[in-house]
């Protein structure tokens, strides 16, 4: 059943709690536990919303049969009152949605934040527009870096391979580097590599290492090329229905919870990668110690990177953000691209 419609009717009869009609209430679908780092938060922010008087119930993509990149639509239909969504793998809906984490453009956190930071009021702007939801809480999953099961020493040896992609940027860069993008949802990936699906894939360190990669994996270059910008957003109609006080209790679990993530992305995803490479791995931590070959960056790599996503990343996406959002693109050159110093003309 893939008509996100359908999918709508289905899931709000099936997920409606018995007090549905009390603005309390919370039918949220999130992403897998297997992403174990980030769902600490997101347990805790649960934790929070339920001692707020929220009654939470919490279903996993996977675990109902949806797909990731239909998490937006059944959002908007109002199937759930919040959901975690992969912002690139919605973008299909509305490519202005991408400009927050375009392939190339913040490849280290600090960048990142400011661009996030630039982008938050017109992203959420076009969100209550087009969709009627909002981002209450943007964060990133990490550099997102390459993990492949076959030698690699740079970019050049992804030439004629297959590699998981999960936007439409990131698939521009693999074939301007000569790769065969394989569009793949995270739960995805692992048997893909297992059985020879996709021979690399792009995740952060953090993803790769509790979703088991490096057991179907041998290399790891860690050259960074987007964050994977995740969102919670909520539907407005179920947002404006809470009276003020659980509104600002809300907010204020959603802005910690937040800060939280980006503090995972930030301060975790160089153990995650010492455990997947042979480094030094905590005893007793979530990350489990492999021995995949950690390959050295060179500066020519990250000078091939910027350049593929100035000279095709961003015109591309610019093209496809003005066939549905004339004036998008100033819109971007105006705040992340300002914020990183970058213009598309």
């Not at 980030?38 to 109902?64: D, H, I, K, W």
């Not at 982008?119 to 959420?124: D, E, G, L, T, W």
């Not at 105006?334 to 990183?340: F, I, K, P, W, Y």
Request: charged share 15%; aromatic share 6%; proline share 3%.
């Amino acid at each position: 059943m893939n008509n996100p419609v359908i999918l709508a009717a289905a899931l709000s009869g099936a997920l409606s709690l018995a007090g549905a009609a009390d603005a309390q209430s919370m039918r949220v679908i999130a992403q897998n536990e297997e992403q174990r780092a980030q769902y600490t938060a997101e347990a805790v922010a649960v934790s929070a919303l339920s001692e707020a008087g929220f009654a939470v119930n919490r279903s996993e993509y996977q675990a109902v049969g949806i797909n990731l990149a239909d998490g937006l639509r059944l959002l908007s239909t109002g199937a759930f009152d919040m959901a975690t969504i992969q912002v690139g793998s919605v973008a299909k809906d509305d490519p202005f949605l991408e400009g927050i984490d375009l392939i190339g453009v913040s490849t280290n956190m600090a960048d990142l934040k400011d661009a996030v930071e630039a982008y938050r009021a017109v992203f959420n702007a076009r969100l209550e527009e087009k969709f009627g939801v909002t981002a209450a809480a943007i964060w990133p999953f990490g550099t997102q870096v390459f993990l492949c099961n076959s030698d690699m020493a740079s970019l050049a040896d992804l030439d004629g391979l297959k590699v998981r992609s999960f936007t439409a940027s990131m698939s521009t860069l693999l074939e301007e580097l000569g790769a065969t993008p394989v569009t793949l949802s995270f739960p995805e990936v692992y048997p893909a590599l297992q059985r020879g699906v996709a021979t690399c894939g792009v995740t952060s360190p953090t993803s790769s290492n509790t979703g088991k990669w490096p057991e179907v994996t041998t290399h790891l270059y860690p050259l960074s090329v987007s964050g994977s910008v995740q969102a919670h957003m909520v539907n407005l109609d179920w947002l404006n229905g809470l009276s003020d006080a659980d509104r600002a209790a809300f907010d204020a679990i959603m802005a910690e919870m937040e800060a939280e993530l980006w503090d995972v992305a930030i301060n975790t995803n160089g153990t995650a990668q010492a455990c997947s490479t042979g480094g030094d791995c905590p005893e007793g931590g979530i990350y489990t110690s492999y021995g995949m070959t950690l390959v050295s960056v060179s500066d020519a790599d990250k000078a091939k990177v910027a350049a593929i996503s100035a000279s095709a990343v961003l015109p591309e996406w610019a093209a496809k953000c003005e066939a549905s959002y004339p004036g998008c693109t100033q819109v971007w050159n105006d705040t992340v691209g300002a914020a990183r110093g970058l213009t598309i003309e």
